[in-house]
């Protein structure tokens, strides 16, 4: 079983920033597609960004694209999300999530079904 646990989250104003991290137990963890998602309240959750095991594969939705960075590091165990240019419609919870497919997670890794394991979420808050 593997526990993923996101941290970073708060409330900032409009285009600021924020960097969240995602802390993943077990040895596994270089072997997994992962990816952030982000669920606003009233709406569906959507995928935001997804990592391939070797960070060959950075993929990211058109709505963050060139303001958010998604990264990792594979000895620490740790998934990060880099948001600068927060805008008021970012705010939502955001959760990391696991794939064990590796790297064909890639060519689904905005579908919630492609994951196998949830973190709790933590919650982005953007004013103007």
């Known amino acids: 079983q593997v526990q993923l646990v996101e941290s970073g989250g708060g409330s900032v104003q409009a285009g600021g920033s924020l960097r969240l991290s995602c802390a993943a137990s077990?040895?596994?963890?270089?072997?997994?597609?992962m990816g952030w998602f982000r669920q606003a309240p009233g709406k569906e959750r959507e995928g935001v960004a997804g990592?391939?095991?070797?960070?060959?594969?950075?993929k990211y939705a058109d709505s963050v694209k060139g303001r958010f960075t998604i990264s990792r590091d594979n000895i620490k165990n740790t998934l990060y999300l880099q948001m600068d240019s927060l805008k008021i419609e970012d705010t939502a919870m955001y959760y990391c999530?696991?794939?064990?497919?590796?790297?064909?997670?890639?060519?689904?890794?905005?579908?919630?079904?492609?994951?196998?394991?949830w973190g709790q979420g933590t919650q982005v808050t953007v004013s103007s």
């Open positions: 990592i391939s095991p070797g960070s060959r594969a950075r």
């Open positions: 999530a696991a794939s064990t497919d590796g790297y064909s997670a890639s060519f689904s890794w905005e579908r919630s079904q492609t994951y196998n394991y």
């Open positions: 077990g040895n596994s963890f270089g072997n997994f597609f």
